[in-house]
């Protein structure tokens, strides 16, 4: 094993069980790094040990075997596109081979960013550290102008919501153009901490071309957005790196996992959503990742992934490794009645965000926001929400609506 | 039906089969833009319709339906990202969804820039317009210094390529840095020009963070790089179109499908290769597109894929369409003896590429490529390859050692 003196990128790999898995797995260890160790001079042996790829474990399983390959770091650049490109480029293309888990030397490891703000930072600025955040979605923004888009804003204020974020399918458009509803939040938000001296952050969707983000990033902190929702995925988790280091962007950034669908989701290969939309997006710099829910009715056009998935994002967010933590934001399907489970499953640290919970409350999106504000603070303190629900309306109209789901 | 007046995209798609897959579409339809269509004004209706989504057709399949759905240009920005996300960001997540095809209206199309020169560019670049082009990868040079590289680039000039790349796993290192590799090539390829009239690019492999490329890509070419290779499918097709529209950089780009698997090949989800490394590889301006090649044996560690996504991809590569078209360069696993196959595959206007088939010549490397030229020069004129070998030894040894694929 030359993980003691080598440095480099382990990649947990797993593979179709196959009886010679040692030899296929020692093959892809040498093709995906020197090419052969057959034919080789003495010297040159010498000289090629520190590029050579090894094979660190296989624990053999009923249908994919569980196999770790160690790359050394002088075969790739520190940056993600080099390691994806090294250690599942040519892989990828092998049926049934999924990459479940990088792991990193301490070297490797410090050049990448981590979150600005993580959790910690992101309850500073709203001066928050007792509860669960609450986040909304704009709703039904698309087709709408700015007039519409700050009558939501303020119903949501009015509710008492901590964070609000676009809807990750609002592009650059006539109606509601980027800048302008940068200005038009900010000037809401403003009022709105003048008031009430609840800061609120809204994340407003970065779009555009690749080549655009960083100068539009930048302008939209000079115009005062105060936070930005980025799909990560439809650009690759480096050009969130990218916004991370940019030392003019000082926006607390919540990585949307739309589209890791195709990454992770796939039955049998591809990504695990572990590494994808956990480990990997706090390294580069998400301060929020927002990824489904294992609660969502796939019937009703609700994402959804399992429980096991959910909780293994959870916890890379937020387990202790030097960097700070990401906010968890499990999405889709979640309203009030939902969220001891949520605690239960996710922990206190993190984030409820909800669009048709809010919208879709009987009486409208204050009382849906309230609701759910009424809900978290039951939560925390451990009253079972129908007996809250006699202090709180909204609360009561929303378990009325969608029920109370039992905490299992 | 919207086409006739509405710009946009449409998607198409396989849904695993419903009884109900017609109001399971429309929900989607109507989810991924305006999110509603009950409980509307007839006011905002009549503003809303010019973003709403609407079914286009339904074919039923046995085990998936083939859905295409069209999304109004109103709800997005023209590119990649906003577009993927729209019409696949949610639904990555759905089991079993494929995404298959893309169309654009003329004006969304035009917005994209298409290979800079193309298939045409390269051939005029090199003067050689009657045969395939015969390219060629480095090999093993991780690991081994400048003077290795040097000589394997005397080799293959010797032997007669038209352009060499280098392997995509080749990153930033100390050995071969990236501005050394291309001024020690340059130097090497001007003298074979000053020698033999013959111009031969070389495909440096751009890598690295997201925010150097364009800057590193414009210094390559100062130094007198002639063509960069460009891992697109680690960094997002965006990445390469923002490549292709720096204008800066006037250089041909190898796009290398390399990760390509997990977005496209995994079984029943994800993209269509046909669409991600043919149609918009092509659209976003990749003037080559590496694919692997249907005749890969996976027992040797060869990636492949099957002949029809071969065929899928050269198709939409070289169709007719408006852009320049892109170079199909299948690759692994292709020796001299398979280039009457290759032919009839992909037809004449392609580029043969070859690491292994070169340099695993009984003869060496200057053989190696001898044997491809004269198995090229053969095919063209529909010689029998045995006939060929008589008056190529090179050939004939090539045939010996990997045998003559019978072209079915």
Same mark, same amino acid.
């Given at each position: 094993?030359?993980?003691?003196?080598?440095?480099?990128?382990?990649?947990?790999?797993?593979?179709?069980?196959?009886?010679?898995?040692?030899?296929?797995?020692?093959?892809?260890?040498?093709?995906?790094?020197?090419?052969?160790?057959?034919?080789?001079?003495?010297?040159?042996?010498?000289?090629?040990?520190?590029?050579?790829?090894?094979?660190?474990?296989?624990?053999?399983?009923?249908?994919?075997?569980?196999?770790?390959?160690?790359?050394?770091?002088?075969?790739?650049?520190?940056?993600?596109?080099?390691?994806?490109?090294?250690?599942?480029?040519?892989?990828?293309?092998?049926?049934?081979?999924?990459?479940?888990?990088?792991?990193?030397?301490?070297?490797?490891?410090?050049?990448?960013?981590?979150?600005?703000?993580?959790?910690?930072?992101?309850?500073?600025?709203?001066?928050?550290?007792?509860?669960?955040?609450?986040?909304?979605?704009?709703?039904?923004?698309?087709?709408?102008?700015?007039?519409?888009?700050?009558?939501?804003? !303020?119903? %949501?204020?009015?509710?008492?919501?901590? $964070? /609000?974020?676009? *809807?990750?399918? =609002? +592009?650059?458009?006539?109606?509601?153009?980027?800048?302008?509803?940068?200005?038009?939040?900010?000037?809401?938000?403003?009022?709105?901490?003048?008031?009430?001296?609840?800061?609120?952050?809204?994340?407003?969707?970065?779009?555009?071309?690749?080549?655009?983000?960083?100068?539009?990033?930048?302008?939209?902190?000079?115009?005062?957005?105060?936070?930005?929702?980025?799909?990560?995925?439809?650009?690759?988790?480096?050009?969130?790196?990218?916004?991370?280091?940019?030392?003019?962007?000082?926006?607390?950034?919540?990585?949307?996992?739309?589209?890791?669908?195709?990454?992770?989701?796939?039955?049998?290969?591809?990504?695990?959503? !572990?590494? %994808?939309?956990?480990?990997?997006?706090? $390294? /580069?710099?998400? *301060?929020?990742? =927002? +990824?489904?829910?294992?609660?969502?009715?796939?019937?009703?056009?609700?994402?959804?992934?399992?429980?096991?998935?959910?909780?293994?994002?959870?916890?890379?967010?937020?387990?202790?490794?030097?960097?700070?933590?990401?906010?968890?934001?499990?999405?889709?399907?979640?309203?009030?009645?939902?969220?001891?489970?949520?605690?239960?499953?996710?922990?206190?640290?993190?984030?409820?965000?909800?669009?048709?919970?809010?919208?879709?409350?009987?009486?409208?999106?204050?009382?849906?926001?309230?609701?759910?504000?009424?809900?978290?603070?039951?939560?925390?303190?451990?009253?079972?929400?129908?007996?809250?629900?006699?202090?709180?309306?909204?609360?009561?109209?929303?378990?009325?609506?969608?029920?109370?789901?039992?905490?299992?």
């Amino acid at each position: 094993m030359q993980e003691g003196f080598l440095m480099g990128v382990t990649a947990t790999y797993l593979f179709p069980t196959k009886p010679n898995q040692s030899e296929i797995a020692e093959q892809h260890a040498l093709g995906l790094t020197i090419g052969s160790w057959t034919d080789i001079h003495h010297l040159e042996m010498e000289q090629l040990k520190k590029h050579k790829g090894e094979v660190v474990s296989i624990e053999k399983g009923e249908t994919k075997d569980k196999v770790k390959i160690f790359y050394p770091s002088a075969n790739v650049s520190a940056d993600l596109p080099a390691i994806f490109t090294t250690v599942y480029g040519k892989l990828s293309f092998f049926e049934g081979y999924e990459l479940i888990d990088l792991e990193f030397d301490q070297d490797l490891l410090s050049q990448f960013p981590g979150p600005r703000f993580g959790a910690k930072g992101i309850r500073e600025q709203l001066n928050v550290y007792d509860r669960p955040l609450l986040k909304a979605i704009f709703k039904g923004i698309m087709g709408r102008d700015l007039s519409f888009f700050s009558a939501q804003l !303020e119903d %949501l204020l009015a509710g008492g919501i901590d $964070l /609000v974020k676009d *809807d990750e399918i =609002l +592009f650059e458009n006539e109606l509601t153009p980027f800048y302008k509803r940068i200005t038009t939040a900010k000037e809401i938000l403003d009022r709105h901490y003048e008031k009430t001296g609840n800061k609120v952050l809204y994340a407003v969707n970065l779009s555009g071309k690749t080549s655009t983000l960083s100068e539009k990033a930048e302008r939209a902190q000079e115009l005062g957005a105060n936070c930005l929702l980025f799909n990560v995925h439809a650009y690759g988790l480096d050009a969130l790196q990218s916004l991370r280091e940019n030392h003019q962007i000082n926006l607390p950034i919540v990585a949307h996992s739309a589209l890791s669908g195709v990454l992770a989701g796939q039955a049998g290969g591809g990504f695990s959503y !572990e590494l %994808l939309v956990g480990k990997l997006t706090r $390294l /580069v710099g998400g *301060d929020l990742s =927002l +990824f489904p829910s294992p609660y969502g009715d796939k019937s009703k056009g609700n994402v959804t992934i399992s429980k096991e998935e959910a909780s293994a994002i959870n916890r890379t967010l937020t387990e202790e490794n030097g960097f700070e933590k990401t906010f968890s934001v499990p999405s889709a399907g979640i309203h009030p009645g939902l969220v001891p489970q949520l605690l239960k499953d996710f922990g206190d640290n993190l984030v409820v965000n909800a669009g048709g919970g809010i919208f879709g409350h009987p009486d409208g999106p204050i009382s849906g926001a309230q609701a759910f504000r009424a809900a978290i603070d039951a939560s925390v303190q451990h009253i079972p929400l129908s007996e809250a629900a006699n202090t709180s309306e909204p609360l009561k109209r929303a378990l009325e609506q969608w029920g109370e789901m039992t905490v299992s």
